[in-house]
Each structure stands twice: as structure tokens, then as C-alpha cells.
């Protein structure tokens, strides 16, 4: 089993930058792809970003490659998402997942492990 704890949100400024973070804990942390979701009030929970086990591979959901950066430190089991240039509809609750397979990660299969969320609310 895998622990999920995420930090970093707030209330930013249109064009701010903001790094969230992703600490997890458990036996076998380093086995397992994890990633971010995001769910925008009012709509369903969608696909951001997600990075496998090793950090050699990286994916992100449709046009959100290039503002947004995954990246995983595996000495500290933490994951992060950086967003440059926050736009207001990046207002979200931003969830951390694990899954000991990316693609079973970004289709949210039964197996996947979720934080608790942290709140990103960008005002203009």
C-alpha cells in the first residue's frame, strides 16, 4: 500500500507560478507511476500529468504539455507539479494518484491509490 499526501496550494495571481507536491510512504513507493488529476468545479475529475516508476517517461494531458511540469524525487518518495503561467481556469482541486502502471494511472483503474487533494484557486 501506498500513503499519498498533498501540499502547495493556495490562492495565486493570474500569471503566477506554483509548485505542488506529493510525499508518499509505504514499502514499495518506488515501484509505482504516480501522477496528477485535476477536478474543476462543476466538471469531472480530468488527467494533468503522470511520470513511471523510474522518472524516464512523462506524460500529460491534452494541451496542458508545456506549462505544466511533473518531476519525482525517489530519494524523497515525492512527487511534483509545477505550473507556470496559472491561468484562472486552472482553478481545481488537485489530486496526486499512484499506480504500479502509468496507463492503468491515467485510466483511474481500480488500483489506483489517491491523495486527498489540495486546492489551486487562481484569481484575477
Known amino acids: 500500500q501506498v500513503q499519498l499526501v498533498e501540499s502547495g496550494g493556495g490562492v495565486v495571481q493570474v500569471g503566477d507560478s506554483l509548485r505542488l507536491a506529493c510525499a508518499a510512504s509505504g514499502r514499495t513507493v518506488s515501484d509505482y507511476a504516480m501522477g496528477w488529476f485535476r477536478q474543476a468545479p462543476g466538471k469531472e475529475r480530468a488527467f494533468v500529468a503522470g511520470i513511471n516508476a523510474s522518472g524516464s517517461s512523462t506524460i500529460y494531458g491534452d494541451s496542458l504539455k508545456g506549462r505544466f511540469t511533473i518531476s519525482r524525487d525517489s530519494a524523497q518518495n515525492t512527487v511534483y507539479l509545477r505550473i507556470n503561467r496559472l491561468k484562472s481556469e486552472d482553478t481545481a482541486v488537485y489530486y496526486c494518484?499512484?499506480?504500479?502502471?502509468?496507463?492503468?494511472?491515467?485510466?483511474?483503474?481500480?488500483?489506483?491509490?489517491w491523495g486527498q487533494g489540495t486546492q489551486v484557486t487562481v484569481s484575477s
Open positions: 494518484a499512484a499506480n504500479l502502471g502509468l496507463g492503468r494511472l491515467i485510466n483511474e483503474d481500480a488500483g489506483t491509490k
